[in-house]
């Protein structure tokens, strides 16, 4: 679980004989729970007379209206977390001494988070940072459900399951896992379901790894938009969510999934009541794409948006203080041959209304790559539509797909093409450290070796403590060393150096 220190870190419902919905039922419940309390305000020495309100009191504690509202919420539970998992995540990272932490020492390390089993076929969606530097990943099923703390169902060794990581997304930090099963227990996504503030939603996942914990709460914001600088919207809620709950869902009293639990706000590291979920729309997309590509691919239109803020409105003399605003426009791209202008204020998006960048940016994260995107702005006062056609916004790095074969070079040991960083590969990576390394151009198809923590785009400096070349001398390394020998590379990604360490195989 992602914790937030004012910066970042780490359909169904079962109804009762007299009442349409579980919502009703709640609010019929809060209702007579105010009765009791104001009858216990009005009369401190209840006596017990016939008519009395001690009579009355009795006589409401009689209904079964308690019972009803504790059915409904079971079947809820009993239907929503079967399908939700525990993901035990084992591989190698930096020593973490008091908070800092110590990049000459390389240990074992482990991590616990929760996913979503959402095709019975073994396809299984958790947040990219539970996966982070995995060089094994588990699951665990979900035991049957008791009713007594002396029944106990120990966990075997048939619910638990390696899995394969088919891809991920850091930007919404969203991975789809795959493990190798049939017939699973499973949560549909959907886009389509309505959040509102205000609404009960229940938190399942394995906070501290607690396995198959429930929480219940409400809604507290719909789009919040956590961090000024990045402009991802999510889902807020009170129900109780700690690390672990990563990767589990937020599901509503019907059992539909509104979100996936990924970060909080906390001083101290635990539930504060300020969670945070990835709206399903988000999570739903992003499935379809991984499940699809094996990565999530998005439209760009050309241009830089920003919030209105009063002061700015006042000195552009624009007609609202609020919404969101065209910064900038590119040069010869699809916003500048439509017809968009800077200051354009975007009023709907898809015809979605946009209030605010949150808004802007997500209606673009949602829209289909094969779709010309519709788009209304006010310029001056006057209101306009524009059609614009989009591009598939490419990560620079899924170029390193167009070098050509001859050029690439299995390391089967390690599962991962690779090239020589020569002038043109380094280009496309932006890398300033010379001409030495070694690139990482794709992954192996099957079951890899062993789980290295490479990733596509990454330059691999040095294998322990010799600095490498080229890939055939790479190669000769690999070739040398013995299984469950101790391997560290140094690899450059992002810009940045970083180790990873694993056993060989």
Same mark, same amino acid.
């Given at each position: 679980?992602?914790t937030?220190?004012?910066n970042l870190l780490?359909s169904?419902?079962a109804?009762?004989?007299?009442y349409q919905?579980?919502?009703e039922?709640?609010l019929?419940?809060?209702?007579f729970l105010?009765?009791v309390a104001?009858?216990?305000?009005q009369?401190?020495a209840?006596?017990?007379?016939?008519?009395g309100p001690a009579?009355?009191?009795?006589r409401l504690?009689?209904?079964?209206l308690?019972?009803?509202?504790?059915?409904s919420?079971?079947?809820?539970v009993?239907?929503?977390?079967?399908?939700v998992?525990?993901v035990?995540v084992a591989?190698?990272?930096?020593?973490e001494?008091h908070?800092?932490?110590?990049t000459?020492r390389?240990?074992r390390q482990?991590a616990?988070g929760?996913?979503?089993i959402v095709?019975?076929?073994?396809?299984?969606?958790?947040?990219?940072h539970v996966?982070?530097?995995a060089?094994?990943?588990r699951?665990i099923?979900?035991p049957?459900a008791?009713d007594?703390? @002396?029944?106990?169902?120990?966990?075997d #060794?048939?619910?638990?399951? &390696?899995?394969?990581? /088919?891809g !991920?997304?850091k930007d919404?930090?969203?991975a789809l896992?795959k493990?190798?099963?049939?017939n699973l227990?499973?949560l549909?996504?959907?886009s389509?379901?309505?959040v509102?503030?205000?609404?009960l939603?229940?938190?399942i996942?394995?906070?501290?790894?607690l396995?198959?914990?429930v929480t219940?709460?409400?809604i507290?914001a719909?789009t919040?938009?956590?961090?000024?600088d990045?402009?991802m919207?999510y889902i807020?809620?009170d129900?109780a969510?700690?690390?672990?709950?990563?990767?589990g869902p937020?599901v509503?009293i019907?059992g539909?999934?509104?979100g996936m639990?990924?970060?909080?706000?906390s001083?101290?590291?635990?539930s504060?009541g @300020?969670g945070f979920?990835?709206?399903? #729309?988000?999570?739903?997309f &992003?499935?379809q794409? /991984?499940? !699809?590509y094996?990565r999530?691919q998005?439209?760009?239109?050309?241009?830089?948006?920003?919030n209105?803020?009063?002061t700015?409105?006042?000195?552009l003399?624009?007609a609202?203080s609020?919404?969101?605003?065209?910064?900038d426009?590119v040069?010869g791209?699809?916003?500048e041959?439509a017809?968009?202008?800077?200051?354009?204020?975007?009023?709907?998006?898809?015809?979605?209304?946009?209030i605010?960048?949150?808004d802007f940016?997500?209606a673009?994260?949602?829209?289909p790559?094969?779709?010309?995107?519709?788009?209304?702005?006010?310029?001056?006062?006057n209101?306009?539509s524009?059609?614009?056609?989009?591009?598939v916004?490419?990560d620079?790095?899924?170029?390193l797909?167009?070098v050509p074969v001859?050029?690439?070079s299995?390391?089967?040991? /390690?599962?991962?093409?690779?090239t020589?960083?020569d002038g043109s590969?380094?280009r496309l990576?932006?890398?300033?450290?010379?001409?030495?390394?070694?690139?990482?151009v794709a992954?192996a198809a099957?079951p890899?070796p062993?789980?290295?923590?490479?990733?596509v785009g990454d330059?691999?400096?040095?294998?322990d403590?010799t600095?490498?070349?080229?890939?055939?001398?790479?190669?000769a390394?690999v070739?040398?060393f013995?299984s469950?020998?101790?391997v560290?590379?140094?690899v450059?990604?992002?810009?940045?150096?970083?180790?990873?360490?694993?056993?060989?195989e």
């Open positions: 679980m992602l937030l220190r004012h780490q169904y419902s109804r009762g004989p007299s919905s579980l919502s039922l709640v019929v419940a809060c209702l105010g009765t104001h009858a216990q305000a009369s401190p209840i006596h017990s007379s016939a008519g009579h009355g009191l009795e504690l009689s209904s079964n308690l019972r009803e509202l504790d059915s919420l079971q079947g809820v009993a239907k929503t977390s079967p399908a998992v525990q035990m591989g190698y990272g930096p020593e001494d908070g800092h932490t110590n000459a390389i240990v482990h616990i929760s996913g979503i095709d019975p076929d073994g396809y299984i969606l958790t947040n990219a996966v982070q530097g060089q094994r990943i699951v099923l979900p049957r008791v007594s703390p @002396l029944d106990l169902q120990p966990i #060794a048939a619910h638990i399951l &390696d899995a394969k990581l /088919l !991920k997304h919404s930090d969203i896992l493990v190798d099963a049939r227990p499973s549909p996504l959907r389509d379901v309505p509102h503030q205000g609404e939603v229940f938190a996942g394995s906070p501290e790894g396995q198959d914990s219940l709460g409400v507290s719909v919040r938009q956590v961090d000024p990045n402009p919207v807020q809620t129900a969510v700690n690390p672990g709950n990563s990767g937020l509503d019907d539909n999934v509104v639990n990924t970060l909080i706000f001083a101290g590291g635990g504060e @300020l979920a990835i709206p399903a #729309a988000i999570v739903n &992003d499935y794409n /991984l499940r !699809k094996g999530v998005r439209v760009a239109i050309g241009v830089r948006a920003q209105i803020t009063p700015l409105a006042a000195g003399e624009l609202r609020w919404g969101t605003i065209i910064s426009v040069p791209g699809q916003a041959a017809g968009l202008k800077t200051q354009d204020i975007v009023v709907a998006v898809d015809h979605r209304p946009i605010g960048l949150p940016v997500s673009l994260y949602l829209h790559p094969d779709k010309i995107l519709p788009i209304d702005v006010l310029r001056g006062t209101r306009m524009f059609n614009v056609a989009v591009l916004h490419h620079e790095l899924s170029e797909a167009d001859e050029q690439q299995l390391i089967r040991r /390690l599962g991962v093409f690779v020589d960083l590969v380094g990576l932006h890398s300033d450290r010379g001409e030495l390394g070694v690139v990482v992954e099957g890899n062993v789980e290295t923590g490479l990733e330059v691999i400096c040095a294998v403590r600095p490498l070349e080229s890939v055939s001398q790479l190669r390394i070739h040398n013995k469950a020998e101790p560290v590379l140094q450059e990604r992002g810009g940045r150096l970083q180790y990873l360490a694993f056993e060989m």
